[in-house]
């Protein structure tokens, strides 16, 4: 069983509720995870390509960080996360985005069911193995348009060996998670069909441009 409150969860929403009101201060610490946290951001934006009026869909939203930097860019905002709390944290700063409570592990839900110009997503997708990253990718992938972009930011190592660099440099804080390494998750999202291009932002960070193969 997956999904909310599932016995056995490594990452239950729960976890996220307790951290939704101190977040925002987390990510202002330039440490890991989040060293480079503002630009990897700022990358996400910027490889989305996004125009004034287009639809975007930010996966687990969180405090609506990323969901932000969109709506400025005059962006109709569809924000989903399963913190309730975390969600509640996000409608603060953007009150005119729609907020969806949804797990990702779980079947899509009807009122997200339309064509999105830009789904994006920031530091939500290392908590899933890299089969249940294709799963997600897989079922969201015709949910973008003929030209739309799918653009992941997060905790991502170009191979194991870097990874393992930046393990044994962060100690004690570093966290077993399931951290993107480029090498084996470009050749697996491709078997999609799509073209994947990543580009490392900080040393524990990149992004994934993800689009169609005849873009
Ligand atoms: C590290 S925070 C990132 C928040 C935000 N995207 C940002 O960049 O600041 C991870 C977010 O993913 C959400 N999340 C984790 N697992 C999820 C899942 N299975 N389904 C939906 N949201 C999830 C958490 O609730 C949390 O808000």
Not at 76 to 84: G, I, R, V
Not at 147 to 168: H, L, M, Q, T
Request: aromatic share 12%; glycine share 6%.
């Amino acid at each position: 069983m997956v999904g909310m409150n599932a016995p056995n969860d490594p990452f239950p929403a729960s976890e996220f509720d307790d951290w939704a009101g101190t977040y925002d201060n987390s990510i202002a610490i330039d440490q890991f995870p989040f060293y480079g946290y503002l630009k990897v951001l700022a990358k996400i934006v910027a490889a989305a390509k996004p125009h004034p009026g287009n639809s975007v869909l930010d996966l687990g939203t969180g405090t609506g960080n990323l969901a932000i930097l969109f709506a400025t860019l005059g962006c109709e905002l569809w924000c989903t996360d399963f913190s309730a709390p975390m969600l509640e944290q996000a409608r603060q700063k953007l009150p005119a985005a729609h907020f969806v409570l949804h797990d990702l592990r779980c079947s899509w839900p009807a009122e997200l069911d339309r064509p999105y110009d830009c789904i994006v997503s920031a530091y939500v997708f290392h908590h899933f193995k890299l089969d249940e990253k294709i799963r997600i990718l897989g079922d969201l992938l015709p949910r973008l348009t003929s030209s739309g972009r799918f653009v992941i930011g997060d905790i991502a190592f170009p191979d194991a060996a870097a990874r393992e660099k930046v393990k044994i440099a962060t100690g004690s804080e570093w966290d077993e998670e399931f951290y993107w390494l480029a090498d084996e998750a470009i050749s697996a999202v491709e078997k999609l069909g799509v073209k994947v291009e990543f580009t490392q932002v900080s040393i524990c960070a990149g992004i994934f441009c993800i689009v169609g193969a005849t873009h």
